[in-house]
Protein backbone atom coordinates (compact mmCIF):
# COMPACT_ATOMS: atom_id res chain seq x y z
CA UNK A 1 0.00 0.00 0.00
CA UNK A 2 1.40 3.57 -0.76
CA UNK A 3 1.72 5.95 2.09
CA UNK A 4 2.91 9.29 2.60
CA UNK A 5 5.39 10.65 4.71
CA UNK A 6 5.29 15.10 5.54
CA UNK A 7 8.52 14.92 7.50
CA UNK A 8 7.79 18.27 9.68
CA UNK A 9 4.69 18.71 11.69
CA UNK A 10 5.14 21.75 12.93
CA UNK A 11 7.10 24.69 11.60
CA UNK A 12 7.26 28.51 12.74
CA UNK A 13 9.17 30.65 10.80
CA UNK A 14 9.27 34.98 10.27
CA UNK A 15 7.75 37.01 7.36
CA UNK A 16 10.06 37.13 4.81
CA UNK A 17 11.58 33.74 5.11
CA UNK A 18 11.71 31.16 3.09
CA UNK A 19 9.79 27.96 3.31
CA UNK A 20 10.19 24.28 2.02
CA UNK A 21 8.20 21.35 3.39
CA UNK A 22 9.41 17.88 2.67
CA UNK A 23 6.73 15.22 1.31
CA UNK A 24 8.02 11.57 0.13
CA UNK A 25 5.81 8.77 -1.15
CA UNK A 26 6.22 5.19 -1.12
CA UNK A 27 4.78 3.63 -4.25
CA UNK A 28 6.68 2.40 -7.77
CA UNK A 29 4.22 3.00 -10.13
CA UNK A 30 3.23 6.83 -12.27
CA UNK A 31 1.99 8.85 -9.35
CA UNK A 32 -0.20 11.82 -9.13
CA UNK A 33 0.64 14.50 -6.61
CA UNK A 34 -0.67 16.87 -4.83
CA UNK A 35 -0.56 19.80 -1.93
CA UNK A 36 -3.37 20.94 -0.44
CA UNK A 37 -4.05 23.95 1.97
CA UNK A 38 -6.36 24.53 4.71
CA UNK A 39 -6.35 28.10 6.02
CA UNK A 40 -7.79 28.42 9.33
CA UNK A 41 -11.62 28.83 9.18
CA UNK A 42 -11.61 27.67 5.80
CA UNK A 43 -12.19 24.75 3.18
CA UNK A 44 -9.33 22.73 2.20
CA UNK A 45 -8.17 23.60 -1.05
CA UNK A 46 -5.77 22.73 -3.70
CA UNK A 47 -2.46 24.48 -3.92
CA UNK A 48 -1.24 22.52 -6.53
CA UNK A 49 -0.77 19.60 -8.70
CA UNK A 50 1.54 17.54 -10.67
CA UNK A 51 0.99 14.73 -12.94
CA UNK A 52 3.09 15.18 -15.98
CA UNK A 53 5.49 17.62 -17.95
CA UNK A 54 7.75 20.08 -16.17
CA UNK A 55 8.30 18.60 -12.60
CA UNK A 56 8.70 22.40 -11.31
CA UNK A 57 5.26 23.08 -11.45
CA UNK A 58 3.74 26.56 -9.97
CA UNK A 59 0.56 26.85 -7.67
CA UNK A 60 -1.61 29.40 -6.01
CA UNK A 61 0.21 32.53 -4.02
CA UNK A 62 3.62 31.94 -4.79
CA UNK A 63 4.26 28.31 -4.23
CA UNK A 64 5.99 26.18 -6.32
CA UNK A 65 7.07 22.66 -5.58
CA UNK A 66 9.17 20.00 -7.64
CA UNK A 67 8.72 16.50 -8.10
CA UNK A 68 11.91 14.21 -8.02
CA UNK A 69 11.39 10.74 -9.34
CA UNK A 70 14.23 9.53 -8.42
CA UNK A 71 13.87 10.34 -4.57
CA UNK A 72 9.81 9.84 -4.54
CA UNK A 73 9.71 13.13 -2.99
CA UNK A 74 7.41 16.25 -4.28
CA UNK A 75 8.38 19.09 -2.10
CA UNK A 76 6.83 22.42 -1.35
CA UNK A 77 8.54 25.61 -1.70
CA UNK A 78 7.77 29.42 -1.15
CA UNK A 79 10.77 31.84 -1.70
CA UNK A 80 9.18 34.65 0.63
CA UNK A 81 6.31 33.85 3.37
CA UNK A 82 3.40 36.20 4.71
CA UNK A 83 1.79 36.19 7.65
CA UNK A 84 -1.26 35.14 5.52
CA UNK A 85 0.43 31.79 4.22
CA UNK A 86 -0.42 30.46 8.47
CA UNK A 87 -1.84 27.27 7.65
CA UNK A 88 -2.24 23.68 7.63
CA UNK A 89 -0.38 21.62 4.73
CA UNK A 90 -1.07 18.59 3.40
CA UNK A 91 0.64 16.33 0.49
CA UNK A 92 -1.27 14.05 -1.77
CA UNK A 93 -0.84 11.18 -3.62
CA UNK A 94 -2.75 9.28 -6.04
CA UNK A 95 -1.49 5.97 -7.96
CA UNK A 96 -2.44 6.61 -11.48
CA UNK A 97 -4.27 3.72 -11.87
CA UNK A 98 -6.52 3.88 -8.45
CA UNK A 99 -8.47 6.70 -9.44
CA UNK A 100 -9.89 9.24 -7.03
CA UNK A 101 -8.07 7.63 -4.22
CA UNK A 102 -5.75 10.23 -2.62
CA UNK A 103 -3.50 9.15 0.17
CA UNK A 104 -3.17 12.08 2.40
CA UNK A 105 -0.14 13.19 4.54
CA UNK A 106 0.04 14.15 8.75
CA UNK A 107 -0.11 17.37 7.46
CA UNK A 108 2.12 20.34 8.48
CA UNK A 109 0.87 22.88 10.40
CA UNK A 110 2.94 26.15 9.46
CA UNK A 111 2.72 29.30 11.32
CA UNK A 112 4.09 32.58 10.23
CA UNK A 113 5.10 35.20 12.43
CA UNK A 114 5.04 38.97 11.71
CA UNK B 1 -22.83 30.36 -5.76
CA UNK B 2 -20.98 26.74 -6.18
CA UNK B 3 -19.89 25.24 -3.47
CA UNK B 4 -20.12 21.88 -0.93
CA UNK B 5 -22.25 21.79 1.91
CA UNK B 6 -21.63 20.06 5.07
CA UNK B 7 -24.08 20.06 7.76
CA UNK B 8 -24.20 20.09 11.01
CA UNK B 9 -21.16 22.01 11.66
CA UNK B 10 -21.10 20.26 15.03
CA UNK B 11 -23.02 16.81 16.55
CA UNK B 12 -22.83 15.35 19.32
CA UNK B 13 -23.99 11.67 19.85
CA UNK B 14 -24.38 9.33 22.55
CA UNK B 15 -22.63 5.99 22.33
CA UNK B 16 -24.71 3.27 20.91
CA UNK B 17 -26.68 5.70 18.65
CA UNK B 18 -26.34 5.75 14.62
CA UNK B 19 -26.30 9.22 13.01
CA UNK B 20 -26.10 10.31 9.53
CA UNK B 21 -23.70 13.29 8.05
CA UNK B 22 -24.83 15.74 5.04
CA UNK B 23 -22.73 16.64 1.80
CA UNK B 24 -24.37 18.22 -1.04
CA UNK B 25 -23.01 19.96 -3.66
CA UNK B 26 -24.38 21.62 -6.46
CA UNK B 27 -20.65 21.65 -8.89
CA UNK B 28 -22.90 19.19 -10.83
CA UNK B 29 -19.73 16.92 -10.12
CA UNK B 30 -19.91 12.99 -10.70
CA UNK B 31 -17.23 11.96 -8.37
CA UNK B 32 -18.27 12.42 -4.21
CA UNK B 33 -15.68 11.40 -0.67
CA UNK B 34 -15.74 11.08 2.69
CA UNK B 35 -12.39 11.62 4.48
CA UNK B 36 -12.22 11.77 8.47
CA UNK B 37 -9.13 13.91 10.08
CA UNK B 38 -7.46 13.33 12.88
CA UNK B 39 -4.95 15.11 14.49
CA UNK B 40 -1.82 14.25 13.25
CA UNK B 41 -3.09 11.94 10.75
CA UNK B 42 -3.89 13.98 8.17
CA UNK B 43 -7.19 12.73 6.15
CA UNK B 44 -8.13 8.71 5.10
CA UNK B 45 -10.75 7.74 2.82
CA UNK B 46 -13.88 6.32 4.53
CA UNK B 47 -15.88 6.11 1.20
CA UNK B 48 -16.46 7.12 -2.32
CA UNK B 49 -18.43 7.21 -5.27
CA UNK B 50 -17.97 7.87 -9.02
CA UNK B 51 -21.34 7.64 -10.13
CA UNK B 52 -25.12 8.14 -8.88
CA UNK B 53 -26.03 4.30 -7.33
CA UNK B 54 -22.52 3.10 -6.90
CA UNK B 55 -19.60 3.39 -4.34
CA UNK B 56 -16.29 1.92 -2.76
CA UNK B 57 -14.99 1.34 0.70
CA UNK B 58 -12.06 3.11 1.06
CA UNK B 59 -9.43 2.71 3.81
CA UNK B 60 -11.14 2.98 6.96
CA UNK B 61 -14.80 1.82 5.63
CA UNK B 62 -16.02 -0.13 9.00
CA UNK B 63 -18.38 0.84 11.12
CA UNK B 64 -19.64 3.37 8.18
CA UNK B 65 -22.42 3.47 5.83
CA UNK B 66 -23.09 5.52 2.89
CA UNK B 67 -25.58 5.91 0.07
CA UNK B 68 -25.92 7.67 -3.34
CA UNK B 69 -29.19 8.13 -4.48
CA UNK B 70 -28.89 11.53 -6.15
CA UNK B 71 -26.01 13.44 -8.16
CA UNK B 72 -26.16 15.97 -5.14
CA UNK B 73 -25.79 14.48 -2.36
CA UNK B 74 -24.01 11.94 -0.64
CA UNK B 75 -24.95 11.34 3.13
CA UNK B 76 -22.40 9.33 5.31
CA UNK B 77 -23.94 7.71 8.49
CA UNK B 78 -21.37 6.83 11.55
CA UNK B 79 -23.08 3.31 12.83
CA UNK B 80 -22.49 2.58 16.68
CA UNK B 81 -20.05 -0.43 15.55
CA UNK B 82 -17.75 2.84 14.51
CA UNK B 83 -15.08 2.05 17.88
CA UNK B 84 -14.22 5.40 17.60
CA UNK B 85 -16.03 7.71 15.80
CA UNK B 86 -15.05 10.77 17.18
CA UNK B 87 -13.42 13.13 14.45
CA UNK B 88 -13.85 15.61 11.59
CA UNK B 89 -15.33 14.42 8.57
CA UNK B 90 -15.21 15.85 5.47
CA UNK B 91 -16.83 15.90 2.01
CA UNK B 92 -14.82 16.18 -1.32
CA UNK B 93 -16.13 16.12 -4.88
CA UNK B 94 -14.13 16.01 -8.28
CA UNK B 95 -15.42 16.16 -11.58
CA UNK B 96 -15.29 12.53 -13.23
CA UNK B 97 -13.22 11.03 -9.99
CA UNK B 98 -9.78 10.83 -12.34
CA UNK B 99 -6.49 10.08 -10.86
CA UNK B 100 -5.67 14.17 -12.16
CA UNK B 101 -9.07 15.44 -10.82
CA UNK B 102 -8.68 18.39 -8.19
CA UNK B 103 -11.05 17.91 -5.07
CA UNK B 104 -13.26 20.33 -3.29
CA UNK B 105 -14.17 19.74 -0.12
CA UNK B 106 -17.21 21.27 2.06
CA UNK B 107 -16.50 23.23 5.27
CA UNK B 108 -16.59 19.91 7.37
CA UNK B 109 -18.64 18.33 10.20
CA UNK B 110 -17.17 17.51 13.85
CA UNK B 111 -18.64 14.45 15.50
CA UNK B 112 -18.48 14.16 18.96
CA UNK B 113 -19.51 11.17 20.89
CA UNK B 114 -20.48 11.39 24.68
Known amino acids: AQSVSQHNHHVILSEAASLELGCNYSYGGTVNLFWYVQYPGQHLQLLLKYFSGDPLVKGIKGFEAEFIKSKFSFNLRKPSVQWSDTAEYFCAVNAADSWGKLQFGAGTQVVVTP | DGGITQSPKYLFRKEGQNVTLSCEQN?????MYWYRQDPGQGLRLIYYSHIVNDFQKGDIAEGYSVSREKKESFPLTVTSAQKNPTAFYLC?????????????FGPGTRLTVL
Open chain 2, 27 to 31: LNHDA
Open chain 2, 92 to 104: ASSFSGGPTDTQY
